[in-house]
């Protein structure tokens, strides 16, 4: 029981994942302009939306997979 219930949570948040980067590639691109500062180095327009389309799935996937792991040993599972 306890792989179906963190497969299933995992799948919620790699998909949450897709759809924040995927709205953040189109923001950067129609309307907003974020530049990304990486170390001295400051990106705009595509580079920095590809950098948002690729890093934020990523951010919110490892925040999902560490609260996950401690929600499921919390609850006895």
């Known amino acids: 029981m306890k792989s179906k219930s963190?497969?299933?949570t995992m799948k919620k948040i790699v998909l949450l994942g897709i759809c924040v980067g995927v709205v953040l590639f189109i923001l950067t691109q129609t309307v907003f302009e974020v530049p990304i500062v990486i170390g001295t180095t400051t990106y705009k327009g595509l580079t920095a939306s590809l950098f948002l389309l690729i890093s934020s799935p990523i951010a919110i996937i490892l925040i999902g997979f560490i609260s996950t792991?401690?929600?499921?040993?919390s609850n006895g599972e």
Request: no cysteine.
């Open 6 to 8: 963190f497969a299933s």
């Open 69 to 73: 792991l401690f929600t499921n040993k």
